[in-house]
């Protein structure tokens, strides 16, 4: 099969869409299609054979984050011709409301097309405003994809329409050599905990302030505790108004690849994810639990959905910086059950392995090959996933 996919997001810099566009391309390849992916990035960036580019992106405020994104004439030229000469049996779409490639490649299609909607956002003006010029494009496609229940309710609720939940894919063995490492040395019992947080530091999404702010507690608690702190962004300037001791406590080490993204989840005591919002799946706690890191995470719906609700990790209420310190005391108190983490985290991983993934994805291709590209044709190829009850938890 002829597969064609559209990346709204530059290829210049990692993110979670654009690791999912890399690695679902490489597996379809894997398995016998043929793939070709369209993407911004500039022409300096060293791309795989397989990715197109289609131009420069520019720095954009969305959906509460920063993403390079590409508009324009010159874009727009250059993804009519991916489409006119891909001869492409299905084109596979990725957040098609983006005002970036993927819009531009869904206004130029006419065959058929698959959406996948990866984005949560509670309210969006800006694509309410936009939904009467965004309703053709959205007619032309065949079928729908949510990567959650979290990102399929937001199309629901902003886009209408319903989709099929097909979770990201994660390439688990990546994590395996990490999880053997930590299964031979046994559960620490040094003085404090080794934490890790991973994400841009400087957007507040992501939670680094929620958990700096825990940090006295866990110290107090947990003497010799330490935080490593790994990701793009000035982690120097979050960290100037924190006390003495919390400085001293943190491990600065910037951006990391992906090889030592897997060191750092070997050598961890406890994976941290404090996020406060805007996180429709939650691909890093697949790769913790993959790695067989114990999991603490903040109870957003979408991570409640991975973890199983606190089956496979520990959650604490968005933004309680309270709760989160308690979780990470007692969880670092509780080695047993910090050894049960340890080996159902790579188990429950499984569940979200590419070679689960990918099959789900190759059957809504063929259903809507099958079906044609009949213009707003929805086609439920899947059996969705349940959605699953949010638990209310006392704040405070």
Not at 257 to 271: I, N, P, Q, S, W
Request: charged share 20%.
């Amino acid at each position: 099969m002829r597969v064609g996919l559209v990346s709204p997001y530059s290829f210049d810099v990692h993110g979670g869409v654009q690791i999912h566009v890399r690695e679902l391309a490489e597996h379809l390849i894997g398995v016998g299609h043929q793939v070709s992916v369209l993407a911004p990035a500039e022409s300096t960036t060293r791309l795989p054979e397989y990715v197109v580019s289609a131009g420069g992106a520019v720095p954009v405020r969305y959906n509460g984050s920063v993403a390079r994104l590409a508009f324009g004439p010159n874009v727009a030229a250059r993804v009519r011709d991916w489409v006119e000469h891909g001869s492409f049996d299905v084109v596979h779409i990725h957040e098609p409301a983006s005002p970036s490639v993927s819009l531009l490649a869904l206004w130029a299609m006419a065959g058929p097309v698959v959406a996948t909607f990866h984005s949560s956002q509670i309210k969006s003006r800006t694509l309410r405003l936009a939904g009467p010029m965004l309703q053709p494009g959205l007619d032309k496609i065949s079928a729908r994809i949510a990567v959650s229940e979290e990102a399929r309710r937001t199309v629901l609720e902003q886009l209408g329409g319903d989709c099929v939940v097909i979770p990201n894919g994660v390439d688990t063995s990546r994590f395996a050599g990490a999880a053997v490492m930590r299964a031979g040395r046994g559960v620490r019992t040094g003085s404090g905990p080794t934490m890790l947080f991973l994400g841009r530091v400087e957007e507040p999404r992501k939670g680094l302030s929620v958990l700096l702010r825990a940090m006295p507690r866990i110290l107090a608690d947990c003497p010799g505790a330490r935080l490593v702190v790994a990701g793009p962004g000035d982690a120097a300037e979050v960290l100037e108004d924190q006390p003495a001791e919390v400085r001293a406590a943190c491990v600065l080490v910037g951006a990391v690849d992906e090889r030592d993204k897997v060191g750092l989840m070997a050598d961890c005591d406890l994976y941290i994810a404090p996020n406060t919002g805007g996180e429709s799946f939650g691909i890093i706690l697949v790769e913790a639990l993959s790695a067989g890191a114990p999991v603490v995470a903040s109870d957003l719906v979408a991570f409640e959905a991975v973890l199983k609700g606190e089956e496979h990790g520990a959650l604490f209420p968005v933004g309680d910086v309270d709760a989160l310190g308690a979780r990470v005391v007692s969880l670092w108190h509780d080695p047993e059950r910090r050894r049960l983490l340890q080996e159902c985290g790579p188990v429950r991983a499984a569940d979200f392995d590419w070679g689960r993934v990918v099959p789900h994805i190759e059957a809504v291709y063929d259903s809507v090959r099958a079906h044609g590209s009949s213009v707003g044709r929805h086609v439920p190829v899947l059996r969705r996933i349940p959605r699953r009850p949010r638990r209310r938890r006392p704040h405070g």
